[in-house]
């Protein structure tokens, strides 16, 4: 179904696509095994779940067969007795996964989605069209969700044909997991102390921030300067999230603001005292066991000293007196 109203197109905004990591590690798999590093080309598959009105779980997915002319966009192929044929298996196996859409490895939507769009629909009344960047730049979720979705201008001319964006997330099951923890596991370097982990995933986070804000920045840039058309559902967005900013010219706030930053940096301050402090004494007991040390060594040696000088002085006597008793012998055998 093709929405048309704009209660249609609120309704189907609304909709959170919520994509497994089962369905990210077949995707990426895909594009590993059919795609060289270097190409910039796509693959294309099915995506199996349930649609149940304001989510769309995707729950699992398979590859099927797809080339496209690089030079013309308009230039393609899909095999849909291939899709006929794995449907039907994975029904046998799990009946409770239907066809629900497709996705591709864009990254970013091409001329001729609109038209496998319409291809699937031979298949589903409301494919769902999720864009997985298996080679993401910057850091954030890799999915993008679309509709397909006909445009109503306000003037009164001829609709348009479009995608309209919803939100995606990434949620797993308790068995995906399991699984998903043993992979990290595998993967995060067992060097890394917890706060130097912590400290990475924040700068993560900011570097996620600041591309959102980015994109935001050119899109604006590009609406004063006439490039895109205002498109008013963005800007109230826009808006709500810029009302959800704190005043600074507030005084109350400052304050708060204020006071908050310095009893964080009183707790910084104290910790980087204590760390002085610990390491201070550390170094005076290194000396003084260094010290120590050297004195017992001198005692010792000292004590060697006196011993050999000892031994030589008793030496010296019983010679001495050794001398004399061969004298006394001989003087008494003249």
Do not use: C
């Amino acid at each position: 179904m093709v929405a048309s109203t704009t209660e249609q197109l609120t309704a189907l905004a609304s909709t959170t696509v919520v994509v497994h990591p089962l369905v990210l590690l077949s995707v990426t798999d895909h594009h590993a095994r059919s795609i060289s590093r270097n190409s910039s080309k796509r693959v294309i598959g099915v995506l199996l779940g349930q649609d149940n009105g304001k989510t769309v779980n995707v729950a699992n997915s398979f590859g099927i067969p797809f080339e496209e002319d690089e030079k013309d966009s308009k230039t393609w192929f899909l095999d849909h007795n291939y899709i006929e044929g794995m449907y039907d298996m994975f029904k046998k196996v799990n009946a409770r996964e239907r066809m629900i859409g497709w996705y591709h490895t864009g990254p970013k939507l091409r001329a001729s989605d609109q038209e496998i769009n319409d291809l699937f629909k031979r298949y589903i009344a409301k494919p769902v069209m999720v864009i997985v960047d298996v080679r993401p730049e910057t850091v954030g979720i890799p999915t993008d969700a679309y509709w397909a979705v006909e445009e109503i201008k306000d003037d009164g001319t001829e609709t348009r044909k479009t995608f309209l964006h919803v939100p995606s997330a990434i949620e797993a099951e308790e068995a995906e997991e399991i699984g998903v923890e043993h992979l990290l596991r595998d993967i995060k370097d067992s060097t890394t102390t917890t706060l130097a982990t912590r400290v990475s995933e924040q700068l993560a986070s900011l570097q996620g921030l600041q591309s959102r804000l980015r994109d935001v920045h050119n899109y604006l840039q590009d609406v004063a300067e006439g490039a895109l058309p205002v498109n008013h559902q963005i800007i109230y967005h826009l808006q709500d999230a810029l009302n959800l900013l704190p005043d600074l010219s507030d005084p109350a706030v400052m304050q708060s603001f204020t006071s908050s930053t310095n009893d964080q940096l009183l707790v910084v301050y104290l910790s980087s005292l204590l760390r002085s402090v610990i390491a201070l004494h550390a170094l005076v007991d290194n000396k003084a066991t260094i010290g120590r040390e050297e004195g017992d060594e001198k005692e010792k040696d000292k004590k060697l000293v006196d011993g050999d000088a000892k031994n030589s002085e008793e030496g010296k006597k019983a010679e001495e007196k050794g001398k004399d008793s061969n004298k006394s012998d001989s003087d008494k055998g003249l």
